[in-house]
Each structure stands twice: as C-alpha cells, then as structure tokens.
C-alpha cells in the first residue's frame, strides 16, 4: 500500500482516491466484471460493494499501488462469494477461477485490453436499452457508465437521492427480468438502439446546460459528464455521423457557457454575452466533429442540424451578424427530419431575427391554436418577445408573466420578470 504524498492516510484522502478512480474508470471496471460474471446486476453490485470497501480500507492502509487492480479483485471475490451462496449456481461457481490476493495482476486477468472497447459498448446498450423507462436509462447510465453516486444524480436532477435509487434498482431488475445479456446488440439493430443511447446523453446534456427546475442556470457538472461520455462514444463508434452530430453540439453549445451567466450567476442573455469568454479550444473541438460527422457522407441527422446551427453562432462576431437566414434553413431541414413545436419555436426566433416578429409571430400564434407546448414557459416567453418588438406592450407584459409564471427556474424567471417589469 502507498502513502499519501502529504502523510498518513486519512478517510478524506481515501474518499478523494476512491471518486478520482471511479470516475474515470467505472465503466471500464462494471464492463469488465459483467463479462466475468456474465451478470450485469451482479457486476455493478459488487462493484459498489467494492467502492465502500475501498473507502474503509484505503483511509486504513493508503491507496494501492494498482488502485483499478484492488477494485477488480474486491469486487471479483464479492461475486464468488454471492455465487457460493446460492446453491443453484453452484455449477456456475465451480467455473470460476479461485480468489487470489489481491495484486496488479487481477486487473490483467478481468481486463482483456483487446475487448475493453466492446466492454463499455455493451455497457452503454444495457443502460440504454429500450426495456428501460426514460429516465430509468438516464440514471442507470450516469450510475454505470459515468461514475456518477445516487446522491450526485438526485442533486443534477432536484430529486430526492432514493428516487434515483429505487429507479436504478428497478432498471437492473427489469434489465435481468427480460433476459437481457451482456453482450453487444446484432448488428442490425445497433442503428436503432444507438438512436436511445444518443437520445440518452441529449437529456443528459440538455438539463446540464438549462436546469428545468431549481436557483442554477447552468448544472456544468452534468453537461460535461455528457460531453465526457458523447466523447467516449464517438471513440467506439467512429463510423456513425449522429455520435459525432451530438459531441459536436454539445461541444459548441458548452462553449458558451463562460459568458452565460454574471458573477452572481445570473442569466445573460444572447445579445449580452461577451463572446471573447467563449471557449475557443471547444469551438474547435465541435467544429472537428461536425466536420466528421459531415464527411462520413450520410447526410446530418437532428443532432448534425443542431450543431450546424451552433457552429453558426459560434462563427458570428455578434447577434446582428448572425447569419439568420441560413439558420432559418437549418432549421427548416430539422422541422422536416425530426418535426417536434419546439424546433417549430426555435424557427420562429431566427424568422424573427431574419425576416422580422411579424412573420415570426404567425408561426407562434398557430403552435398556440394547436395547444402543441401547452405548460410550457416556452411559448409565452418567445411570444412575448415578438408582441414587444412589434409595440404591442400591454399583450407582450401579459405573455412574459406568463411564462414567469410558468417557469420553474429561478434565474430564467427573473430574467422574464425584469423583461416584463421593462414594459410598465
């Protein structure tokens, strides 16, 4: 064992150990024990076990010198020990090899480096896998592939840390319920099921970047563990356009970022924002994917659209510079390749900033009629806007206190308040 570099090992040196090798290397970890095991409830389980052991033995006896090795082993004779005492695997348990102390070496024997990538690929599957609710597979990949504890989901999300829980819980026993094997999808139906996994990191991505609910505009801890996975993915899948669709959004979306919120965190809008605070090196790197994911030469899909658009943003010096009408097409194109009203909103701004409200505001007025974003701070926020610049001030006050109303976040809310407070 290794002592820490400032003394004797300690419960806090432990814990900060511990999290700093999770989160790098949990998925590799949970992925390597499920083929070992052949049980992917099981995997993560002991793993976790092997976590909290970790915690007490290391503020014991330091950190090991393979720290990855000591988790493995851990988490291997946990699985022996659970086989052993279900008699009706006990075929099962006599195939396994014998737990040995724990040494390096148990990393190389669970850790195939030639199989690692597939490993992980397949872990991300089962967490996404369609058997699982939305937001059973959000919690389940956050838990397993990112590393993340109940209690660092629940506080992302502004729910209590046993809901999450409980939705990890029912996930691994939905996934064990329906039989589904640690092992990567037939290959004709990975297309299918790579659209829920991307679908999953979206969410992911989206409440880290505009917090539904709570006194935080941004959750940058949970937009970069997706931009961190979306990496990841695009690693694994080097042919798929839509992988590198979804980095590249992501990317260029949390550029901006510095320049979002003040000092004292409030929301700065768009036309506010310093653009010398965004960040070039992730301009650069969404640019790249974007540019990979064009050159794969199967068209961009919704998430290639969206970062086209971004990257719109991100060439522009300013808003009025912006080049709206080639956004208004992009736009036009994701309306066709994956209509939903709030891409038909989104639309409506850039006809706003293109061709002027009035044309916007049709748009607007028939998502109202068809009650298609009914609930929704959305809607009464961007008509509000529009009823403004065409005059109407006593409409456009009542649509942004609306939307006030409606919001449930309390940086975004202050900012339609203040708007509203502007036209009195």
């Known amino acids: ?42 995997a993560e389980d002991v793993a976790q ?10 503020a014991r006896d330091g950190a090991p010198d393979s720290p990855v090795g000591w988790l493995l082993a851990t988490a291997r004779r946990r699985a022996i020990d659970g086989f052993r005492r279900r008699s009706a695997l006990e075929d099962r348990y006599s195939a396994l090899p014998v737990a040995s102390p724990v040494s390096a070496s148990d990393e190389d024997l669970l850790w195939d480096p030639d199989r690692v990538d597939d490993d992980i690929l ?26 993340l504890s109940s209690e660092e989901i629940a506080r992302a999300f502004l ?69 961190r996975l979306s990496r990841m993915l695009t690693a694994l899948l080097p042919m798929e356009p839509e992988a590198f669709g979804l980095q590249a959004l992501c990317e260029l ?3 901006r970022f510095p320049a979002r919120t003040g000092p ?18 992730a301009i650069r790197r969404g640019r790249a994917a974007l540019d990979r994911a064009s050159a794969l030469g199967r068209g961009l899909g919704p998430y290639g659209l969206q970062a086209a658009i971004a990257a719109c943003h991100a060439a522009a010096p300013s808003v009025a510079e912006t080049d709206w009408d080639r956004i208004v097409l ?11 009203p709030i891409v038909d909103l989104n639309r409506a701004v850039a006809v706003a900033m293109a061709h002027g ?24 926020s961007v008509r509000g806007e529009l009823l403004r610049r065409l005059g109407r001030t006593r409409e456009a006050r009542a649509e942004l206190e609306l939307a006030a109303r409606l919001c449930t976040n309390t940086r975004e809310r202050d900012v339609l308040l203040l708007k509203a407070a502007g036209l009195s």
Do not use: N
Request: a neutral charge; aromatic letters at 6%.
């Open 1 to 42: 064992m290794a002592r820490t570099a400032d003394g004797p090992p300690t419960a806090e040196s432990a814990r900060r150990a511990v999290e700093a090798v999770w989160r790098i290397e949990s998925a590799r970890i949970v992925s390597a024990l499920a083929r070992y095991t052949g049980d992917f409830s099981l």
């Open 49 to 58: 076990e092997a976590v909290a052991e970790a915690l007490v033995s290391w």
């Open 122 to 147: 397949a872990l991300m599957f089962i967490a996404c896998h369609p058997v699982l609710s939305p937001e059973a597979r959000v919690a389940l990949t956050l838990r397993t592939v990112g590393g």
């Open 159 to 227: 729910v209590p840390a046993p809901t999450i829980q409980a939705r990890i819980t029912r996930a691994k026993k939905t996934i064990a319920a329906a039989g589904v094997p640690f092992a990567l999808p037939p290959a004709a139906e990975r297309r299918d099921r790579l659209s829920g996994m991307l679908s999953v990191l979206y969410v992911i991505f989206t409440e880290g970047s505009t917090a539904t609910a709570g006194d935080r505009l941004l959750r940058t801890d949970l937009a970069y563990e997706a931009i």
């Open 253 to 255: 979306t949390a550029a």
């Open 264 to 281: 004292d965190g409030a929301a700065v809008l768009l036309e506010d924002q310093d653009r010398r605070l965004w960040d070039r090196s």
């Open 330 to 340: 992009l736009y036009e194109a994701l309306g066709r390749v994956a209509p939903s």
């Open 357 to 380: 409200p009035e044309s916007a505001l049709s748009i607007v007025d028939e998502l109202v009629a068809t009650d298609r974003l009914s609930g929704s701070h959305l809607l009464p």
